[in-house]
C-alpha cells in the first residue's frame, strides 16, 4: 500500500520565495567564470576497448585510461564520473 505525507496548501498562504542574491557587475573582473571539463569517454579504433581522457585541465597530470573486456565500457564510464565527476560519451 503507498501512502503519501502531503500537506494541502490553499491559495490564502503566500508562498515566500528564498533570498535573492543580485546579478553580478559586468564590470567586476573578482569574479571567476565557471568552467566545466569533461572528461571523454569513447571507443578505441580497434574496437576492442574504452578510452577515458581526462578534461583538459588535468591532461598534463593523467593520462588516458583504456578498458577492455565485456563490461569496458561500463568500467569506463564509472572510472570517468568516479574520478573527475563528469563526463560526455561518444558511443561511435
Known amino acids: 500500500m503507498l501512502h503519501c505525507n502531503m500537506t494541502i ?6 508562498i515566500s520565495p528564498g533570498p535573492v542574491q543580485p546579478a553580478p557587475d559586468a564590470d567586476d573582473k573578482s569574479l571567476p567564470s565557471p568552467q566545466v571539463f569533461s572528461s571523454k569517454v569513447y571507443p578505441s579504433t580497434d574496437a ?3 578510452i577515458v581522457e581526462p578534461p583538459r585541465d588535468l591532461a598534463s597530470v593523467e593520462d588516458n585510461m583504456i578498458f577492455r573486456g565485456p563490461t569496458a565500457r561500463h568500467e ?10 563528469n563526463a560526455r560519451f561518444f558511443p561511435y
Open 9 to 14: 496548501t490553499s491559495d490564502d498562504d503566500p
Open 48 to 50: 576492442t576497448g574504452w
Open 76 to 85: 569506463a564510464l564509472t572510472y570517468a564520473y568516479e574520478k573527475f565527476g
